[in-house]
């Protein structure tokens, strides 16, 4: 078994006095001590300081160098909780790293505020986009953020008001742990707080008014949340569409044809570690499709402007794959080798050759077929008529 060179201890703003006897002993036995400006002037020693540059990747070459030498990083509270320790495990063997942690500023928050951090939305808005949060913003749910800097509580108390939640409880709790901290609270609605530290956690009770635009836990938005010019799978057609492609947790999904991104951005909201492309021809199209994943809360989906077969070249490999406009035989073809086995396929056509298509797909690779037709009440004359929708033809497959 190798052993350990590269310790990652965890320290507060209590600095190295409260650190463990064990935790000082590896400080002053390292050759190189790593970690941020304020991390490095809180220990004394003699050995060598790297003060992480940006990226912090650019660090690594410094670090692998010395493989074998004993190397302290230091961080925030906990490394492997939003902070360094899952960068420096992709690129050092599991056995030579050792982590003592300290308290993550989620665990001082809640206890600072009486909260069980289980009943808790945890997330980082530090070095992430800020729209994330919005699938968190859920009635009488609670949230703990890491701050960007001084400047994300104002943000998220706009953000909040915008919403229709300006009657959340926002705490502002800085430089927890140590000698400076400092706790206060507004409603997001008159967030006036000034003076606020870089060093920042951010608790949230959400107040949601009764028409604020929650981001419902189910697939089915409304069609009226999308941007669009009327190339979008319709809210009914899409519960379906995305029960059929079953997400599960971390896993990848290509949606070509991708019209308003409506079935990529429901993907992705299905779990926070959802990934998806979403493939337009249509350069318009796309810049809408990452102006509805913005506000929807998924910035992080990908649009590729292009034509499939040819745009899904070098794409990452897909657990699922949905079709959903356009296709034609050879693009079929094309997608099903592109899947891998145990992949999903999903293919919604509305036009009596596109479903021929689908008829022989289904005679020569299984699955099952399914037509749907919706129909809504709309008024006529003094009464109400249900006036039917087009109907969808849905090919779906598992790939064996």
Known sequence: ?????????????????????????????????????????????????????????????????????????????????????????????????????????????????????????????????????????????????????????????????????????????????GPHERIRDTRAEVFALGDIAPLNTIAVEIDADHDAPVVPRAPGLPDDWFEHDGQLTKRDIRAVTISALAPRKGEWLWDIGAGAGSIAIEWMLSDASNRAIAIERDAARAARIARNALSLGVPDLRVVTGEAPQALAGLETPQAIFVGGGADAPMLEAVWSALPGNGRIVVNAVTIETQALLIDAHRDKGGELLNMQFSHARPIGRFHTFEAALAVMQWRAVKR
């Open 1 to 177: 078994m190798k052993a350990p060179w590269l310790s990652l201890i965890g320290i507060g703003e209590d600095g190295e006095g409260a650190l463990a006897p064990a935790a000082r002993a590896l400080i002053a036995e390292a050759s190189l001590i790593v970690g941020g400006a304020r991390h490095l002037a809180m220990v004394e020693t003699k050995a060598e300081r790297l003060q992480w540059p940006s990226p912090l990747t650019d660090a690594l070459p410094d670090i692998l160098a010395r493989r074998g030498t004993p190397i302290v990083v230091l961080a925030s509270g906990d490394p492997f909780f939003y902070g360094v320790g899952d960068l420096l495990s992709r690129h050092v063997v599991h056995e030579e790293i050792f982590c003592i942690p300290a308290p993550s500023a989620f665990s001082l928050a809640a206890a600072r505020l009486k909260w069980s951090q289980q009943d808790c939305a945890l997330l980082s808005l530090h070095g992430r986009a800020f729209e994330r949060v919005t699938p968190h913003l859920q009635p009488r749910a609670k949230l703990i953020a890491l701050s960007w800097d001084e400047t994300t509580p104002a943000r998220l108390a706009r953000h909040l008001a915008e919403r229709g939640m300006g009657q959340s409880r926002l705490h502002v709790l800085e430089r927890l742990g």
